[in-house]
């Protein structure tokens, strides 16, 4: 795998990451370091153990996960996005898809990596043998995925001022995270046809 590849690998990954964090941007609806960090860290975290994990599992466990893990992250996507939209239209004023809460980031940053245990079976099969050569693909998985979610909060932030006038932003927050579930399963099944 070249520089190169390795680099335009990890900006595939963080997409999803991306697209979540201007959700999550939309509904903070000014900049917030400390959550808008801490998803970039989850987020940059679990891009990167969730390969290292299937690249040293591939044999017994990887191939299970692969078979599994696009109805893993659509689950976990269509719940948290079928949530945001019952409280774009609650009356009760309590919103529980809050970006400041450690079980959304965790939630989330779980559903937007799931697809990154492939990637650990892939390297497992091109020659990344020794956990030495796998650290720098997932340093740079990690860093990316990290640097494009603060990018994607700061562009939430920014375009949700506008945004929230028109539209609820938990509303357009939870047709974001469940359009990702579906683009995941539909990939994972056109994939296997």
């Known amino acids: 795998m070249s520089e190169l590849d390795l680099w335009f690998l990890a900006i ?15 509904i903070l609806k000014r900049i917030e370091w400390t959550p808008m960090l801490c998803m970039a860290f989850f987020f940059g975290l679990f891009q990167a153990l969730m390969p290292l994990i299937s690249w040293a599992l591939f044999v017994k466990v990887g191939y ?3 078979q599994i893990d696009h109805w893993i992250a659509f689950g976990l996507l269509l719940f948290l996005g079928g949530n945001m939209i019952r409280e774009a239209f609650s009356n009760d004023g309590v919103h529980h898809f809050d970006p400041h809460r450690l079980m959304v980031l965790l939630t989330l940053a779980v559903a937007t990596s799931i697809d990154a245990l492939a990637v650990g079976i892939s ?35 920014w375009f949700g001022i506008g945004i929230a ?11 974001i995270l469940i359009i990702i579930g579906c683009k995941i399963v539909i990939q994972h099944l056109a994939n296997g046809l």
């Open 64 to 66: 299970l996960l692969q």
């Open 12 to 26: 595939g990954l963080a997409m999803d990451c991306f697209t979540v964090s201007i959700a999550s941007g939309i």
């Open 123 to 157: 390297f497992a099969f091109i020659g990344f043998e020794t956990l030495t050569s796998i650290v720098y693909p997932i340093i740079v998985i990690g860093l990316v995925s990290f640097g494009l979610s603060l990018v994607g909060s700061g562009l939430g932030v």
């Open 165 to 175: 006038k028109k539209l609820k932003p938990e509303l357009l927050g939870g047709i």
